[in-house]
């Protein structure tokens, strides 16, 4: 037999008195399961690949410019050189994006990333990573301050390109991210309750409802896939 029943949300019910003749599930609006899949979005923190290369190689290149060896006597050249070697490494620990935190979408309202290192994965704070702007910013205060407190009357003897010794070692991993928010919205449930048979379902004359409404487009998704 056909679904034989015409309804319309906030209008009565025209037919007689509805009962289950069936047990089904009472399905979730698209409303319901979009405001789930959002909350549920907001657990998942975004992936970023963790550059370990990148640091090793900005210390060579700060070796080679300064020409540092192990015969080095110039104590001011040795001073900026380890002072400035400190303070790449903490740049680089932390973190540096090629933009500001602010800029990427991924990033909003989250207070931590994923930083993924090979296999290995850690939690950082976004709060806590440098983009490239304010990482060149830091060392160029930091050679400032060697500046002004080496021993020296002259002119600053070193030309140290601070722009070449900073390069992004985070980036998004959108693959391994997409698949946490698959994984996760795979699993939400796409009902809410159960109508057992011989339940009353709806009276004759009653306003169907919202709640009435899905119930019965519920029953009317059931009816059909059963018959």
């Not at 399961?33 to 979005?41: D, I, P, R, V």
């Not at 303070?87 to 993924?116: A, M």
């Not at 004359?205 to 009317?220: A, D, M, P, T």
């Amino acid at each position: 037999p056909k679904f034989k029943y015409e309804f319309r949300k906030g209008f009565p019910w025209k037919h007689e008195n509805l009962v289950a003749p069936f047990d089904f599930a009472i399905l979730k609006t698209s409303q319901e399961l979009e405001a789930e899949k959002e909350e549920q979005l907001t657990t998942i923190l975004p992936y970023f690949t963790f550059d370990t290369t990148i640091y090793p190689e900005k210390i060579k290149l700060l070796q080679e410019n300064l020409n540092i060896t192990n015969d080095t006597t110039d104590v001011l050249k040795k001073i900026t050189y380890s002072k400035l070697k400190s303070g790449l490494s903490k740049l680089y620990s932390q973190g540096i994006l090629q933009r500001s935190v602010e800029s990427y979408p991924e990033l909003t309202n989250k207070t931590e990333i994923q930083k993924r290192t090979g296999t290995q994965v850690s939690k950082a704070e976004s709060s806590k990573l440098y983009s490239e702007k304010t990482a060149y910013n830091h060392l160029h205060k930091l050679l400032q301050e060697i500046k002004n407190n080496a021993d020296t009357t002259k002119k600053f003897p070193f030309d140290i390109p601070l722009e070449k010794y900073i390069e992004s070692n985070l980036t998004y991993d959108e693959k391994t991210t997409g698949k946490e928010i698959s994984e996760l919205t795979e699993n939400i449930s796409l009902t809410h309750g159960m109508v057992k048979i011989g339940e009353r379902i709806i009276l004759e004359g009653e306003i169907v409802s919202s709640e009435k409404f899905q119930i019965l487009e519920s029953f009317k998704g059931r009816f059909v896939k059963e018959r």
